[in-house]
């Protein structure tokens, strides 16, 4: 059973975010104050400033929770992966889950750094533009065999090693959640702008990437 936190908790969760850190999640970041390289072209607004190490510090000690849909099967779950400093692992189990090869219905520990990437995008969303949907998974953990029966897939992939996602929101502009994702600087992103209309993201080396 997911961990599902209520009303309250959220409106607690974003009341924080905008008076204590503002724009301000990109903890997974080299710390300290600085400019984000980034420039704001469409119109939501991008964070401008990361947090610094009090502030990051509060904003990791609270519970983490994604908000995660499969494309594949229809599956949705919002999940509480982290609380009180520690592993939940029920909840933990359950993101594993969600994010597995489902064509070879196969399920592997997936790396926590993704997971807190994904965590501190909807937070940020949330806190910022009262921003709550799901994120739409087209691809997370793959076996090596469904990693070589993927097209366009690399064969030293990271999904095979449970450190990549592949997805979008319904009702976002991919290359504003590519920007986002990018601003953290934590792996690779890909922009998958053309008919597939998707991001990759990955902790793997700090690079970016195109296809439209």
């Given at each position: 059973?997911?961990?599902?936190?209520?009303?309250?908790?959220?409106?607690?969760?974003?009341?924080?975010?905008?008076?204590?850190?503002?724009?301000?999640?990109?903890?997974?970041?080299?710390?300290?104050?600085?400019?984000?390289?980034?420039?704001?072209?469409?119109?939501?607004?991008?964070?401008?400033?990361?947090?610094?190490?009090?502030?990051?510090?509060?904003?990791?000690?609270?519970?983490?929770?994604?908000?995660?849909?499969?494309?594949?099967?229809?599956?949705?779950?919002?999940?509480?992966?982290?609380?009180?400093?520690?592993?939940?692992?029920?909840?933990?189990?359950?993101?594993?889950?969600?994010?597995?090869?489902?064509?070879?219905?196969?399920?592997?520990?997936?790396?926590?750094?993704?997971?807190?990437?994904?965590?501190?995008?909807?937070?940020?969303?949330?806190?910022?533009?009262?921003?709550?949907?799901?994120?739409?998974?087209?691809?997370?953990?793959?076996?090596?065999?469904?990693?070589?029966?993927?097209?366009?897939?690399?064969?030293?992939?990271?999904?095979?090693?449970?450190?990549?996602?592949?997805?979008?929101?319904?009702?976002?502009?991919?290359e504003f959640v590519g920007?986002?994702?990018?601003?953290?600087?934590?792996?690779?992103?890909?922009?998958?702008?053309?008919?597939?209309?998707?991001?990759?993201?990955?902790?793997?080396?700090v690079r970016f990437w195109?296809?439209?």
């Amino acid at each position: 059973m997911a961990d599902t936190p209520g009303h309250a908790l959220l409106l607690k969760r974003r009341q924080f975010l905008v008076a204590g850190i503002g724009a301000g999640l990109t903890a997974l970041a080299a710390g300290g104050t600085q400019a984000n390289p980034l420039s704001k072209r469409t119109g939501l607004a991008l964070p401008t400033h990361y947090a610094d190490a009090a502030q990051a510090e509060a904003f990791w000690a609270q519970p983490r929770v994604v908000n995660l849909t499969r494309a594949a099967t229809g599956e949705h779950r919002r999940v509480c992966f982290w609380r009180d400093g520690a592993v939940v692992p029920g909840g933990y189990r359950e993101v594993c889950h969600v994010l597995r090869d489902v064509r070879g219905q196969q399920a592997t520990a997936m790396d926590l750094r993704l997971l807190n990437m994904l965590f501190g995008m909807q937070s940020w969303l949330y806190a910022v533009h009262g921003f709550d949907e799901p994120y739409l998974v087209t691809s997370g953990y793959r076996s090596e065999h469904t990693n070589a029966n993927t097209e366009g897939a690399a064969k030293n992939s990271l999904h095979v090693k449970g450190m990549a996602v592949d997805g979008r929101y319904a009702n976002l502009p991919a290359e504003f959640v590519g920007k986002f994702l990018a601003s953290y600087r934590a792996g690779g992103v890909g922009f998958y702008l053309d008919r597939r209309n998707f991001i990759h993201t990955d902790v793997g080396k700090v690079r970016f990437w195109s296809t439209k």
